[in-house]
């Protein structure tokens, strides 16, 4: 504390000698923060040491170099804010976390630990106790355009739950009338399924529920996924948030999901009649373990799945694992994440028949020695898939050849992560990874929800 106080008493001083202003502190407030989509924000700078520029991120990938902008909010989720405040002394930066919240157009609905399934109705003032209450609401109202906001606390499964699971979701929306789930703040509302329940979240699809449609699910933390009854082989003993039948246009973004040691594990799942998935800015760590190995971060398996801005770490196995052996998976984009710390396995397993996939503008770290970033497992029958712009360090590169897969201005270098052992994974001065990323297919924000690109070009990894 002496040490930081000096060195802010010995800036002062300089400033002072050179009548320049303190750097800033950015900071802001917007109105209102809530409301139904489509919504109009008004922001106001309330930054402090008299900036000279700002730069908003909206968090849906827009920007605005207004001191005091507005802005118009579309689509029902949560979206965070960050504000950049310079003058000739330096910059600052504000992020908040969810601050706006967009709600669906239809009914809202509060889920709280000190609710009451028997009493409550559901409403801000009388929330429901268990996420399934919510679920199965909506499930028998029969329409779209419902929002679910789950405040602070941990969740388990409700008594009724004897199919392993914290939350069974059968949900059908439309491209107009999306049904949202999120955390009222980001990842305080906590879905444990105690090592009891196999799935935290089971996304419906199958033949006794209809397919799940138009969906987000946004913001939880999900843990402790894990059903000791289910011997390998088999199904996998544990996952996070799971997906079966024909299920589509579904949106799982912004959480934190980890387990133990469980054999047979993956944060995410999605069967191979599912389409139209967006996997963005998910932190998936420490799945499977070095005694109870075959944990993947995601596993995919349909077509059009979009896996953007995550961060994986920890994944004992693989990060990402595309399973075109059960069908041929088509239309898998892989853009903009951070794998780190293999404990087994390449960070990407191609598993069968894959077509028309790219990934880019990846960073893979701590790959394992002897394997490489992406490996391929009885993948044949590939064809028109791209393996570009993206960074390696350590094992034995990027990956081999294989039939149908193009390779193009891959390279190596240690990413110069701020601090990889903390899991801060933003990119430090001089890194490899600074604008060199491809433009086209890119996301509009990073993890934190700032637009990309903020320099010249477009960095690798999940961090911009």
């Known amino acids: 504390m002496r040490y930081v106080m000096l060195l802010v008493v010995v800036a002062s001083v300089l400033l002072a000698g050179t009548g320049l202003a303190a750097v800033p502190v950015a900071n802001f407030s917007g109105t209102p923060t809530s409301g139904t989509a489509t919504l109009a924000v008004s922001f106001t700078d309330t930054t402090t040491n008299t900036p000279t520029s700002w730069r908003w991120s909206f968090g849906d990938g827009t920007t605005s170099t207004a001191q005091n902008p507005s802005h118009t909010y579309t689509s029902p989720r949560a979206y965070s804010v960050s504000l950049t405040a310079t003058n000739a002394s330096g910059s600052d930066t ?31 003032g009388n929330p429901w106790q268990t996420i399934q209450k919510a679920a ?9 355009g419902h929002t679910v906001i789950v405040r602070d606390g941990t969740y388990t499964a409700p008594p009724e739950n004897t199919a392993g699971v914290v939350a069974l979701i059968a949900q059908v929306g439309s491209s107009t009338n999306p049904i949202v789930y999120r955390a009222e703040h ?15 979240m089971y996304v ?12 987000t699910i946004q913001g939880f933390e999900i843990r402790n996924f894990f059903d000791p009854n289910i011997q390998p082989p088999g199904y996998p003993r544990g996952t996070g948030i799971a997906a079966y039948g024909p299920a589509h246009h579904i949106t799982i973004r912004d959480n934190n999901i980890h387990n133990p040691e469980v054999i047979l594990a993956s944060g995410l799942y999605e069967s191979d009649e599912c389409h139209d998935f967006t996997y963005d800015s998910n932190i998936i760590h420490d799945v499977g373990g070095p005694t109870a190995p075959h944990g993947h971060g995601i596993y995919t398996c349909g077509d059009y799945i979009t896996i953007t801005n995550n961060t ?27 794998f780190t710390d293999s404990a087994v396995d390449g960070h990407i397993v191609v598993w069968g028949a894959v077509t028309n996939t790219t990934i880019q503008n990846n960073i893979f770290h701590g790959i394992p020695a002897g394997t490489t970033a992406v490996e391929y497992v009885d993948a044949t029958g590939c064809s028109n898939d791209l393996i570009r712009y993206n960074l390696s360090y350590g094992g034995d590169g990027i990956g081999p050849a294989n039939d149908g897969w193009t390779y193009s201005n891959n390279s190596t270098g240690d990413p110069l992560f701020v601090d990889a052992a903390k899991h801060d994974f933003r990119l430090r001065p001089g890194s490899p990874a600074i604008g060199a990323g491809i ?25 911009q």
Do not use: M
Request: with cysteine; proline share 3%; net charge neutral.
């Open 204 to 215: 419906c699809g199958g033949t006794t529920c209809p397919a799940s449609s138009y969906l």
């Open 312 to 338: 994986f770490y920890g994944c004992d196995y693989r990060g990402v694992q595309i399973a075109g052996y059960y069908a041929t998976s088509d239309h898998v984009l892989v853009s903009n994440n951070t």
């Open 136 to 144: 199965t609401t909506i499930r028998n109202l029969g329409t779209g």
């Open 94 to 124: 504000e992020t908040k976390p969810f601050y706006i919240s967009v709600l669906s157009s239809g009914n809202t609905y509060y889920v709280a630990t000190n609710g009451s399934d028997t009493t409550g109705d559901g409403s801000s």
């Open 186 to 200: 980001k990842w305080g509302a906590v879905l444990d399924a105690q090592n009891t329940h196999q799935y935290g």
């Open 439 to 463: 433009a086209d297919r890119a996301p509009k924000t990073d993890i934190a929800g700032r637009a990309r690109p903020q320099g010249k070009g477009y960095d690798l990894g999940a961090c």
